[in-house]
């Protein structure tokens, strides 16, 4: 049966992980998980340019521009002109994004770390785990 098969059961976990955290991200901050993400990216990383967020996140460019206008809106990310290169266009994480982006993060670890608590699933073990698959499927690919 399908519903037994890892691939399909890996893909079943990943959207059904990503549609709880943009609910739960758009519930308390009224904002997308795949908003919050970029945010995540620039916390992570410090300033990227533009095409640079948009291959670490697998969006396009324009997609990433449509995000970055509205995040720059609301005050959670800057957007400038690299001085060194008058067709990039550098982003960085404002104070109020760093803010959102800790609380956001903190609020969907405790959620999925209820999770696997409730599943009786070592965290530490699943995140070996899925960092070996990933590395794997990154390696083959």
Do not use: W
Not at 122 to 127: F, G, H, L
């Amino acid at each position: 049966m399908i519903e037994n098969r890892p691939e399909y059961l890996i893909h079943r976990l990943v959207m059904e992980m990503d549609r709880v955290a943009d609910k739960i991200l758009t519930e308390n901050f009224g904002m997308s998980y795949k908003r919050c993400r970029v945010l995540a990216v620039l916390q992570d990383g410090g300033t990227k340019t533009q095409h640079d967020l948009a291959l670490i996140l697998g969006h396009s460019d324009p997609a990433v521009s449509k995000m970055l206008v509205e995040l720059s809106k609301k005050g959670y990310v800057t957007v400038r002109i690299d001085p060194a290169h008058a067709r990039k266009r550098l982003v960085t994480l404002t104070p109020k994004g760093n803010e959102i982006t800790t609380k956001g993060s903190v609020m969907l670890h405790e959620h999925f770390n209820g999770i696997l608590d409730k599943a009786k699933v070592d965290s530490t073990q699943y995140a070996a785990l899925t960092r070996k698959l990933y590395e794997a499927l990154i390696a083959k690919n």
